[in-house]
């Protein structure tokens, strides 16, 4: 019964995907950059805050922690998941966040383990499994916009960030990944947010281009 449902599901969830993250990350996450209820102008200015930082990475001699760091971005708000060696690592990486023009809040949930170097890839199969389980359900569901949300799993620990249109999709959500075998616990940083009426979002935008 399991493996049969499990299979097409899986298969549509690495569709909706879009990209998977560097291997030795620890982190397995999904950005959708080009929907949602996020205007054309905001999903662009959320793309170019992620590349400066990565960018500030690479010139902060911080090239390892590029692969060691999930970078998500939405409406100029800045998550960090993953794992670094020390203290001092994750003090460099969320100034160079704030550094960035226009981004409005850092939220931190960088782990600090001396042995962050080490891939295990039994953990990085598990958090994959896991990520995929939840998008999965959760496009399932008519009453979730599945775009405004970014799945994160590090740990058996799932990360959501992104707007919610309400507060019981947001406890739906929430309670569709507590539910996912493995799950050690969910941490929101979703926010709730009405989608306004007067800018048209990116997947609007995409509907108008395709009649």
Not at 42 to 59: G, M, N, P, Q, Y
Not at 171 to 183: L, N, P, R, T, Y
Not at 193 to 205: K, L, W
Request: with cysteine; proline share 2%.
């Amino acid at each position: 019964m399991y493996k049969i449902y499990f299979l097409p599901i899986f298969i549509i969830a690495l569709m909706l995907s879009g990209c998977m993250p560097a291997i030795f990350t620890g982190a397995v996450s999904s950005t959708m950059a080009v929907a949602g209820d996020r205007s054309v102008g905001t999903a662009i200015d959320d793309t170019k805050i992620a590349a400066r930082i990565k960018a500030d990475f690479v010139k902060n001699n911080f090239r390892e922690l590029y692969t060691k760091i999930s970078v998500s971005v939405l409406n100029a708000r800045v998550l960090y998941t993953g794992t670094v060696d020390k203290e001092e690592d994750m003090l460099t990486a969320v100034q160079i966040a704030w550094n960035q023009k226009d981004v409005k809040e850092v939220v931190n949930e960088l782990i600090v383990d001396k042995n962050s170097g080490h891939f295990d890839l039994v953990q990085y199969t598990r958090d994959s499994m896991i990520t995929t389980q939840i998008k999965s359900k959760a496009f399932l569901k008519r009453e979730i916009k599945f775009v405004n949300y970014t799945v994160i799993t590090v740990n058996d620990i799932v990360y959501l960030f992104g707007s919610a249109r309400s507060e019981e999709e947001l406890e739906q959500m929430a309670d569709i990944a507590s539910k996912v075998h493995g799950v050690k616990k969910v941490i929101s940083h979703v926010k709730i947010i009405e989608p306004s009426s007067n800018a048209p979002s990116v997947a609007d935008r995409l509907s108008d281009d395709n009649t």
